[in-house]
């Protein structure tokens, strides 16, 4: 998954605030509530982070967005606090 360096850094703000709900496991891949300036619905896929879907404003332009990589971040630490490594 690429993003960039801005992306990144508010979808951790976003992760580290738990602002991340509803999250649930598929076999096909993750999707969750994301609070932002309204609530988002979220998807990821479980092979493929950097593919999904949000509702958001880049969501629906098929971009990448804030949410959907903390979606990915959760999927990946199961809320658990991240390193500072």
């Known amino acids: 998954m690429g993003v960039d360096e ?7 703000r ?3 605030s738990g602002k991340v709900t509803e999250f649930e496991e598929s ?6 509530r994301v609070v932002g300036s309204e609530p988002y619905d979220v998807a990821v896929s479980e092979n493929h982070f950097g593919q999904g879907d949000c509702n958001c404003f880049l969501g629906h332009q098929g971009k990448l967005c804030k949410h ?4 990915a ?13």
């Open 14 to 16: 976003i992760y580290k």
């Open 73 to 85: 971040i959760y999927a990946i630490k199961r809320g658990k606090p991240l390193n500072k490594n």
């Open 27 to 32: 076999p096909a891949g993750f999707t969750a």
């Open 68 to 71: 959907m990589v903390a979606l």
């Open 6 to 12: 801005k992306t990144w850094e508010r979808a951790v």
